[in-house]
């Protein structure tokens, strides 16, 4: 089974300094990665994803992530944050489950705190 | 526009009380998902389902079941609430596939006292 493992719960960060919220996952078969963010007392979002193609992905605020198969991350950037970027970022992967469907495991997060 | 709805946001209920959760999606999505998210621990898979009547377990399935008798609406039940439930709860839905971007509620916050 695929695990998914955030390494970093908390991360602060000055305003307009770069980020990097680091994911790694358990296997080295095709997968599918995924980015969400939850913002305080909200379900989560689609922050950005990759499903094949070019390794770097981008979203529409500024963050990418970059899959790296040999490596098995997918890791989160963002050159310069603001202080609305703070909430808590989830890591995901997809797997198929016995009875062939697919299901979502997520890490346990990562808290990005932009400070002013 | 996507919508998943949870019938409650805020619940407080006793020990040994029986809680239904309540998850509407109006994106006729095959797949419906619980999902409970503790701090430090992330979300963890609790049930999906993957069409009408069809559940499959997910991780932390003890203590809880779910029903799905319509597409659009996926229940959650804890037959007897404990106060190791205390959690949010989170309802997510999704075409079929592995592909497709996951689609959350704004969650549910259950305390059991």
């Known amino acids: 089974a695929q695990s998914v493992t955030q390494l970093d719960s908390q991360v602060p960060v000055f305003e307009e300094a770069p980020v990097e919220l680091r994911c790694n996952y358990s296997s080295s078969v095709s997968v599918y990665l995924f980015w969400y963010v939850q913002y305080p007392n909200q379900g989560l979002q689609l922050l950005l994803k990759y499903l094949s193609g070019s390794t770097l992905v981008e979203s529409i605020n500024g963050f990418e992530a970059e899959f790296n198969k040999s490596q098995t991350s997918f890791h989160l950037r963002k050159p310069s944050v603001h202080i609305s970027d703070t909430a808590e970022y989830f890591c995901?992967?997809?797997?198929?489950?016995?009875?062939?469907?697919?299901?979502?495991?997520f890490g346990t997060g990562t808290r990005l705190k932009v400070l002013a | 526009d996507v919508k998943v709805t949870q019938s409650s946001r805020y619940l407080v209920k006793r020990t040994g009380e029986k809680v239904f959760l309540e998850c509407v999606q109006d994106m006729d999505h095959e797949n419906m998902f619980w999902y409970r998210q503790d701090p430090g621990l992330g979300l963890r898979l609790i049930y999906f389902s993957y069409d009408v009547k069809m559940k499959e377990k997910g991780d932390i399935p003890e203590g809880y079941s779910v029903s799905r008798e319509k597409k659009e609406r996926f229940s959650l039940i804890l037959e007897s609430a404990s106060t190791n439930q205390t959690s949010m709860y989170l309802c997510?839905?999704?075409?079929?596939?592995?592909?497709?971007?996951?689609?959350f509620g704004e969650g549910s916050w259950l305390t059991v006292v």
């Open positions: 995901a992967v997809s797997e198929v489950g016995a009875s062939g469907t697919y299901k979502y495991i």
């Open positions: 997510a839905s999704t075409l079929t596939g592995g592909r497709n971007t996951i689609y």
